[in-house]
């Protein structure tokens, strides 16, 4: 039995950018704050960058809490959602036309999240990963981190679980 060639490079990553863009985009929300996402591999880092709008408390200046716990919610449910498709993005189950339609599985619903707040986020840009701690068919729990200037010193983090949408087959 003869193997598969290789896809090209430059598909696969076309086939996972597009389908990181459908994930982010599919989320106004996510547009609305500017939080983009840059993917090493399967791995994930969540980026908001600073805007006026964001500030919560203009004497200190300090970024909004809620602002916060919304950019740990969006890279908790789309870290979560890009390693649940991951096997479909990378064996072809997801093509490439269907990711640019934006065709792809609704997203987990969050059952509870709790936001730790360590410090101010300053007037910067900051950035986010999540570490998956649990995932089954039916139940995800997930810890995130959010940082500025040091990731060994998050400014917030957060424990949320989810409930997965139900697969199709």
């Known amino acids: 039995m003869a193997r598969r060639p290789p896809e090209p490079v430059q598909v696969v ?3 996972r950018d597009a389908a990181l863009r459908a994930l982010a ?5 996510i547009q609305f ?3 983009t996402f840059d993917r090493r591999g399967d791995e994930l880092t969540a980026i908001l960058p600073f805007d006026d709008m964001l500030i919560g408390n ?5 970024i909004h809490g809620g ?3 919304a950019f740990l919610e969006v890279t908790a449910i789309i870290s979560l959602s890009w390693a649940w498709l991951w096997e479909d993005i990378e064996s072809g189950a997801l093509t490439f036309d269907a990711l640019e339609a934006g065709d792809l599985p609704r997203l987990p619903k969050t059952i509870d999240f709790t936001v730790d707040y360590l ?3 300053l007037p910067r840009d900051a950035y ?3 570490k998956i701690t649990r ?3 039916r139940y995800a729990s997930v810890h995130v981190e959010a940082w500025q200037d040091n990731r060994d010193r998050p400014f917030a983090q957060a424990s949320a679980h989810f409930l997965m949408p139900r697969s199709d087959g």
């Open 13 to 15: 990553k076309q086939r």
């Open 135 to 137: 995932s089954g068919r």
């Open 58 to 62: 203009p004497f200190l200046p300090a």
């Open 119 to 121: 410090r101010s986020g």
């Open 128 to 130: 986010a990963r999540a």
């Open 67 to 69: 602002v916060t716990a």
């Open 25 to 29: 985009g599919g989320v106004p929300y």
């Open 33 to 35: 704050l500017g939080i």
